[in-house]
């Protein structure tokens, strides 16, 4: 599942908030905005005058998108890494790789760790964090282009608790 797939089954509220915690991050808003304006064909001028609630709905609308692919794996990343520090961490210590804090300390394709390893780690993740929360990081991890884990990719269409329920539908 991309990253745009993740934000298709996330709430409008949860969208937001995941925008609001990679805005903390000083590139994401302007990179966003460039999304916005470049997938819609919509002038500055008059993107900067539509009410905050119409431009939020061009900013999910955008995320959402397929063509805004990595724009969405650019978002979903930076919040992840700002808001789930400590679920980044506990996975990552589980699987054993290299990191400083939230973020990995290694370049390229990412090696996956031996079965028994990652079926621990997984577990762990679920056991001490809200299992939604643990849905989205995984599946976002695991849509990282340098992440081929089959293990992983199985246990995410097969495990119900990683079942990532649609809410789109909602506020």
């Known amino acids: 599942m991309q990253a745009y797939e993740i934000f298709r089954r996330l709430s409008s509220d949860e969208l937001d908030d995941f925008v609001i915690h990679a805005c903390e991050d000083d590139e994401i808003p302007d990179k966003i905005a460039g999304g916005v304006l470049t997938y819609h064909r919509i002038p500055l001028k008059r993107f900067s ?22 724009l969405s794996l650019f978002v979903i990343s930076a919040a992840l890494t700002r808001n789930s520090a400590d679920l980044i961490s506990t996975f990552l ?18 090696p996956e760790p031996a079965t028994e390893v990652l079926e621990k780690a997984v577990d762990e993740l679920v056991s001490k964090f809200p299992e939604r929360a643990a849905a989205i990081y995984l599946r976002a991890f695991a849509s990282q282009p340098d992440v081929h884990w089959k293990v992983l990719d199985a246990r995410l269409e097969s495990d119900a608790r990683l079942a990532l329920e649609d809410r789109s539908a909602a506020a």
């Open 93 to 110: 210590d589980g699987v054993g790789l290299p990191h400083t804090g939230p973020s990995l300390s290694i370049e390229g394709e990412i």
């Open 49 to 70: 005058k539509l009410p905050e609630s119409t431009r939020k709905a061009y900013v999910r609308r955008t995320l959402r998108d397929r063509q805004a692919a990595d």
